[in-house]
């Protein structure tokens, strides 16, 4: 089956700090998904990539879907306390079973005040 | 707008009895998805559902675990006789009938432990 890789599985930075994480694949997305979850909480989509080279923000968030369509990265600027929590990266499955998101294990992001 | 709805948000069986997990999806929505999440590992997809039908039950277990999506009400995601292993996260998510295009939105989840 698929399979997602991120990378770093976590970071402890200083608040301030600029962060990048990235998601690998073996196989090709036809879109990517960057989901942030807070302890005891739901996974809250932050950012939807539909087009290969595609680079979008939301705020101080960037991501970038990969010309290969086999990896994106997420870029965090300037992080603040609140950007604690775990960060997934996940992607549909092909053909009419696009509602089946593989995800990757997540990287854990301390921001020490 | 209210999101997606799950309860209860925490729920502790001892082995053997039974879980319902309750989710009432986005107003509109008709479309229902369960996914679980174990200790430390990303969400994995369990069973797709539409209003009194089962689309695609792939990922969830053969054996104790079943789900429904009644014509009326929420859908329900039940597991029988309940083993230490089911203790996990159980995430609920629901879309709409047409303009659906990848994303998926969670509610807050299920915490099920089983002593």
């Known amino acids: 089956g698929q399979q997602l890789n991120q990378s770093p599985q976590s970071m402890f930075i200083q608040e301030g700090e600029d962060v990048s994480m990235n998601c690998t694949s073996s196989?090709?997305?036809?879109?990517w998904l960057w989901y942030k979850q807070d302890p005891g909480e739901g996974p809250v989509l932050l950012i939807a990539?539909?087009?290969?080279?595609e680079l979008t923000s939301n705020g101080r968030l960037t991501a970038q879907f990969g010309i290969t369509r086999k990896d994106s990265f997420l870029n965090i600027s300037a992080s603040i306390p609140s950007d604690v929590g775990i960060y997934f990266c996940?992607?549909?499955?092909?053909?009419?079973?696009?509602?089946?998101?593989?995800f990757g294990k997540g990287t854990l992001l301390t921001v020490n005040p | 707008n209210a999101g997606v709805m799950q309860n209860p948000r925490h729920l502790v069986r001892r082995r053997g009895q039974e879980a319902r997990l309750r989710c009432s999806p986005m107003?509109?929505?008709?479309?229902v998805y369960w996914y679980r999440q174990l200790p430390e590992e990303g969400l994995k997809f369990m069973v797709y559902l539409q209003k009194e039908n089962i689309i695609d039950e792939s990922g969830m277990p053969k054996e104790r675990f079943s789900a429904e999506f009644p014509k009326e009400g929420p859908s329900i995601l039940r597991i029988q006789q309940v083993v230490r292993g089911d203790s996990a996260a159980y995430f609920c998510?629901?879309?709409?009938?047409?303009?659906?295009?990848?994303?998926?939105?969670f509610g807050e989840g299920s915490r099920l432990t089983v002593l």
């Open positions: 996940a992607g549909p499955g092909s053909g009419g079973s696009n509602y089946k998101l593989t």
């Open positions: 998510a629901s879309s709409p009938l047409e303009g659906y295009t990848g994303e998926l939105f």
């Open positions: 196989s090709i997305f036809n879109t």
């Open positions: 990539l539909y087009k290969a080279g």
């Open positions: 107003k509109g929505h008709s479309h």
